[in-house]
């Protein structure tokens, strides 16, 4: 059975031309799984720009050891609003770039990064919250599990289910989407998660992520 967050997750990626969290490790704690971290240190309200989404977005050097990365993919202007439009899954108002890639371990095992980049908070406010009602549509109590995480953003709702842990964050105007499926312990939701913030973090402050 295939979920949501993984029709999600290829509709993005479709779309955008491309082919912790918890108590044990495994995104299996308890928690809410929506709220506000109070993080996005140094990120504030200042727009990323297509150049630094694409530093943003983990690089394959960025891959942990063991994992096979893959060359990130980076839309913008024009380009971007009509991937979005045709896309339907998440706000369009104010959006500049969209990226994506992914980490693979082994053939089930792998995880899935989506940025999206706005002009504002406010609109990147939309944006979450329009993906987030997308990837959690037609889920029950029964079929998804909230999870707690802290990665640093400024707001996080992740949940896990079945095989797929995913978090949905907001770092000042960027959202990032990502999707984990069978990851072990020791690269759980909450590392992957962190790792993104921390990119987006270091790109829209001038930094390298990758230095």
């Known amino acids: 059975m295939v979920s949501k967050a993984r029709g999600a997750a290829v509709g993005l990626a479709l779309t955008l ?3 912790g969290c918890s108590s044990d490790g495994n995104g299996n704690g308890n928690g809410n ?3 506000r ?3 996005g240190a140094g990120v504030g309200a200042t727009p990323l720009n297509p150049s630094q989404l694409a530093q943003a977005i983990p690089s394959k050097l960025a891959a942990p050891k063991g994992w096979k990365g893959r060359q990130p ?3 913008d ?4 609003q009509k991937q979005c439009q045709l896309a339907a899954r998440f706000s369009c108002a104010g959006l500049t770039a969209m990226a994506n890639t992914q980490y693979s371990q082994t053939f089930d095992t792998d995880v899935k990064f989506e940025l999206l980049a706005y002009d ?3 609109n990147a406010k939309a944006g979450m919250k329009t993906l987030v009602a997308d990837t959690r549509e037609g889920t029950t ?3 998804l599990k909230p999870l707690t995480i802290n990665a640093g953003a400024d707001e996080s709702d992740a949940y896990a289910k079945e095989k797929q842990t995913n978090a949905v964050l907001r770092v000042g105007t960027v959202v990032a989407f990502v999707i984990g499926t069978t990851l072990p312990q020791d690269h759980d939701l909450q590392s992957f998660a962190s790792m993104q913030v921390q990119r987006v973090t270091s790109a829209a402050t001038g930094k390298n992520p990758d230095a």
């Open 17 to 19: 031309v491309l082919a």
């Open 33 to 35: 799984g929506n709220g």
């Open 37 to 39: 971290e109070g993080g």
């Open 73 to 75: 993919r980076v839309l």
């Open 77 to 80: 202007g024009s380009e971007a």
């Open 120 to 122: 504002t908070v406010d």
């Open 141 to 143: 109590a029964d079929t």
